[in-house]
């Protein structure tokens, strides 16, 4: 299959069109969404320690290609509420739920890392609910601890907020802590403030932290999902690896995997137009034309 950037008009006038709390009877998720109600749904989910705020700018550009777009912050994440409960089985009920609530129907699923295992185990247990399903830099086995997650919760833990009185003094502990600006700019998307000088994290840290190590676990179901599939690999990334080709090949038949040179796991975020002209050729015969 060959990937084309579509040409198309410019996506600097698509805005959201809601940016709200859903009520359902499981978890309520806030979400924000992009693009026409009538055009082919997508919903995107966030990796661990991510935000729907991360995806906005991606969001905004596929919706002016003929999607409805919708970011939801996942448990534990975000603006969404915080459960002691975190863990593959009941984020896929929250991704149903969510569908059900909005009468979503046949959407493209697009999962990085977390959210790529959850959209992974959605797809193989409800393959008649979704259309095509982009994984990115994630696979189907259980991985061993990865002590970077813990170290980020760790600092983000420690800093006293109660003392702080700028973000920048937030950058600064964070970056004392973990040594990478590109870290410290993903978790800073995590705070948020809630007086003149008073910040809070918006992701639940404890909730997160007791469960980490099941963050880890594995997709093991002799389950087949038949359907289109795009797997997109960060090429300095070890999240997909040779070895695994074989498991991705059985549960997904259909699924392509390609690698964006010089990337690491968060692979969207450093090679923008790449990323961008993968997932819209993948996606392009999906768009909703609009007569006009």
Same mark, same amino acid.
């Given at each position: ?27 309520? @998720? ?9 055009? %082919? *749904? &997508? $919903? +995107?989910? !966030?990796?661990?320690? #991510? ?43 929250? @991704? ?9 129907? %046949? *959407? &493209? $699923? +697009?999962? !990085?890392?977390?959210? #790529? ?43 006293? @907020? ?131």
């Amino acid at each position: 299959m060959g990937f084309v950037v579509l040409n198309k008009s410019s996506f600097e006038d698509v805005i959201p069109i809601e940016s709200f709390i859903i009520e359902s009877s499981e978890m309520k @998720l806030f979400y924000r969404t992009f693009g026409a109600d009538h055009h %082919q *749904p &997508i $919903i +995107i989910l !966030h990796g661990l320690l #991510g935000i729907s705020d991360n995806w906005v700018t991606f969001a905004r550009r596929i919706a002016s290609y003929g999607f409805k777009v919708y970011l939801p912050d996942q448990r534990n994440h975000g603006q969404s509420p915080h459960s002691d409960t975190f863990n593959y089985l009941v984020m896929v009920d929250d @991704l149903k739920e969510f569908m059900n609530s909005h009468n979503i129907e %046949q *959407p &493209i $699923i +697009i999962g !990085h890392s977390m959210g #790529g295992k959850v959209a992974m185990r959605f797809a193989l247990e409800n393959q008649e609910l979704l259309k095509k399903l982009v994984i990115v830099d994630i696979s189907l086995r259980t991985y061993p601890p990865r002590f970077q997650h813990k170290a980020m919760i760790e600092a983000m833990r420690s800093i006293d @907020l109660p003392t702080i009185t700028s973000r920048k003094e937030i950058e600064d502990k964070l970056t004392e802590k973990l040594k990478s600006k590109k870290l410290v700019w993903f978790l800073m998307k995590n705070i948020h403030r809630i007086g003149k000088n008073q910040f809070q994290w918006r992701a639940y840290l404890d909730g997160i932290l007791n469960n980490l190590d099941i963050m880890f676990d594995g997709v093991d179901t002799p389950l087949r999902f038949v359907k289109p599939t795009l797997f997109i690999k960060g090429g300095n990334s070890d999240y997909i690896q040779y070895k695994d080709y074989d498991q991705i090949r059985y549960n997904f038949p259909m699924a392509e995997i390609i690698a964006i040179a010089d990337t690491s796991h968060w692979v969207q975020a450093e090679a923008p137009e790449r990323f961008f002209q993968l997932v819209s050729g993948f996606v392009d015969e999906d768009a909703t034309p609009d007569h006009t």
